[in-house]
């Protein structure tokens, strides 16, 4: 057997231990936290690179700037930063700490906490298989318009090629062009009629055929895919020197020449008056914690993987700090990026700021801004740079999400997968690259739902596995976060999402009531299998009914407690879980009813 380091603490985070010591059970057991075996990153930086590219994605460029000027511009960054104080930071450190401290991923890591919630895990790698499967299809469009880029004159620029109508209007460079409701850019033709050809396909009936331009860039994307993690954290530590310091040489070329463009000041403005009225709205408060949560990513079972990789003295708490300071920044900084060029997109169109920013999403980055890069002097240089910015940003992504899959699941199946590393990963982008498959079509409109839970008990227990990895304990502060505020926190953001779901639309099309219905049913295939194997385990857990219930709440000795106290003691968790699960089947029973009834 290899030589393992070992450091002396308790086998499970929510066993009751005994009266005189709430930190550690009188009979502790050894938690491996080093062995040789199992990955190691070879340097710090590989892991810091690695958590700030999985953190800051496309969402950080295309989607915070549109949420902070739809939410009252400079006003929207109080509820912004109190949500990343008292939710997402605290979430943040908390899965960072559990990844260092139990080395393992998303699915075996629930022995340690309480074995009965082993379905989170499970469904969190569920989530992240469906995230996969259109995530890369995006990285895939930026691919294809990389290499649409190469040539003297950009084919977004005019109006005369084969997939153009007569809507089309060109309004750069020239006089007196009217612009009305049925104008289309040329940026936006290209994108909707030669990249999507969505006007091929009558909607989700009539998907049409894969196109196969698409299909070989999504191939290539996911050949970068494998060849970065087939051998684990030594080689995808090295490629995210180039995948994650790129993007910020790119977005500070791109605010120089944006800064320097007539109109920019007129974005800027519009990017950060405040609107001090919409801090009144609850929609604002909201999108605040639904932003900061996309853009941290705790829950996802990312940064427990990368985590896990690291020294048992690694100090966690100042990765968490400055990661999340380095996120929200790059969110911040972005919106600069982007306003500057609307800014300069609303003088030559002659309208205000707001008639151009209507575009969000995809929409800002693959017509928007592109429709304003085509226009400006060494427009083919910043096109390619901007896309390069896109597919890393993406790929970083990626990256992160398909190795909490990997990491979870080889952790959970050590005897079988360990030494198959290279076979798994293979299989594992063979169906992402399959399931992608069905987004490449005419018809390619995506949706998803997640739920996500992470108990915050024994929160002694916790501050003393934290103590034995960096030597002292989180202050008072992070506890409370993570016994209230950061529970409160995640309530709001599923309550709200379930109880106000926005109305589904690309373009003009709006999507049909079955579709919604499916989508729900896609959403219930992941988190049902909490409550699954729940079931699961106390069926076929030996012993009576009450012994399965104590070992699966925790308590690796049945007998060590009564099954009152022990119950008692584990009922706030399990009360939680279920009643967040009671919560979001009722909340999507109703939202699958209402078009159902529609009808």
């Given at each position: ?394 790929l970083d992504s990626t990256f992160g999400g398909l190795e909490a899959i990997i990491t979870a699941v080889m952790d959970e199946y050590p005897d079988t997968l360990s ?181």
């Open positions: 057997m290899p030589h393992q380091e070992q450091v002396m603490a308790h086998g499970n985070l929510c066993a009751p231990g005994p009266p005189n010591n709430a930190g550690y059970n009188s009979n502790p057991v050894p938690v491996i936290i080093q062995t040789e075996s199992r990955d190691k990153w070879s340097k710090k930086m590989d892991f810091l690179l690695s958590v700030i590219g999985f953190a800051v994605d496309l969402g950080n460029v295309w989607r915070f700037p549109y949420i902070c000027y739809q939410n009252g511009g400079g006003a929207f960054l109080i509820p912004y930063v109190l949500m990343a104080v008292f939710g997402g930071v605290p979430l943040f450190y908390m899965e960072l700490a559990l990844g260092q401290f139990h080395r393992t991923g998303a699915i075996s890591i629930w022995k340690h906490i309480c074995p009965i919630f082993k379905g989170i895990g499970f469904a969190i790698c569920i989530i992240a298989l469906y995230v996969s499967f259109y995530y890369n299809t995006i990285i895939a469009w930026a691919l294809f318009y990389f290499y649409s880029s190469f040539s003297s004159t950009l084919p977004w620029t005019s109006c005369d090629n084969d997939w153009n109508t007569e809507n089309c209007t060109n309004y750069f460079g020239k006089d007196n062009v009217t612009w009305t409701n049925y104008s289309r850019s040329p940026a936006e033709e290209f994108y909707t009629r030669n990249v999507l050809a969505v006007h091929e396909s009558s909607g989700l009936g009539d998907v049409g055929y894969i196109r196969w331009q698409l299909m070989l860039c999504l191939f290539l994307i996911f050949t970068i895919v494998y060849f970065s993690l087939w051998k684990g954290v030594k080689t995808s530590g090295k490629v995210v020197w180039v995948t994650a310091t790129l993007p910020y040489v790119v977005l500070l070329i791109l605010m120089i020449r944006g800064a320097t463009l007539p109109g920019a000041w007129k974005g800027v403005v519009f990017y950060l008056n405040p609107k001090w009225e919409k801090l009144q709205e609850t929609s604002v408060w909201v999108d605040a914690a639904a932003q900061i949560f996309f853009s941290l990513g705790p829950g996802f079972g990312v940064l427990l993987a990368l985590s896990s990789y690291n020294p048992f003295n690694n100090n966690c708490y100042r990765d968490a700090i400055v990661t999340s300071l380095v996120n929200c920044l790059t969110s911040f900084v972005s919106g600069f990026v982007i306003f500057t060029v609307l800014g300069y997109m609303a003088e030559q169109r002659n309208v205000n700021v707001e008639d151009v920013a209507r575009d969000k999403g995809p929409s800002l980055l693959f017509i928007t801004y592109p429709e304003a890069i085509a226009n400006m002097v060494g427009s083919t240089f910043f096109a390619i740079i901007f896309f390069v910015m896109m597919i890393t940003l993406g030494h198959r590393r290279e076979l798994f990963v293979l299989g594992l982008v063979v169906v992402c690259f399959l399931g992608s498959l069905s987004t490449l079509t005419k018809d390619s409109k995506v949706k998803k739902r997640f739920i996500l839970f992470l108990p915050n008990k024994c929160i002694n227990r916790f501050s003393n596995d934290i103590k034995s990895m960096l030597g002292y304990t989180p202050g008072l502060f992070w506890k409370v976060c993570w016994v209230a505020i950061s529970p409160a926190f995640l309530a709001y953001i599923i309550i709200s999402s379930l109880l106000n779901p926005q109305p589904l639309s690309l373009f003009d099309y709006e999507f049909p009531d079955w579709s919604i219905t499916v989508g729900y049913i896609i959403g219930a295939s992941s988190f049902m299998w909490i409550p699954i194997y729940m079931v699961y385990k106390l069926v076929w857990t030996p012993g009576s009914l009450k012994q399965s219930g104590n070992a699966q709440l925790g308590e690796s000795k049945v007998h060590d407690r009564p099954y009152e106290v022990l119950l008692r003691q584990n009922l706030v968790l399990l009360i939680s879980v279920l009643s967040t699960l009671l919560v979001v089947m009722i909340g999507m029973a109703v939202c699958v009813y209402k078009p159902l009834r529609r009808r």
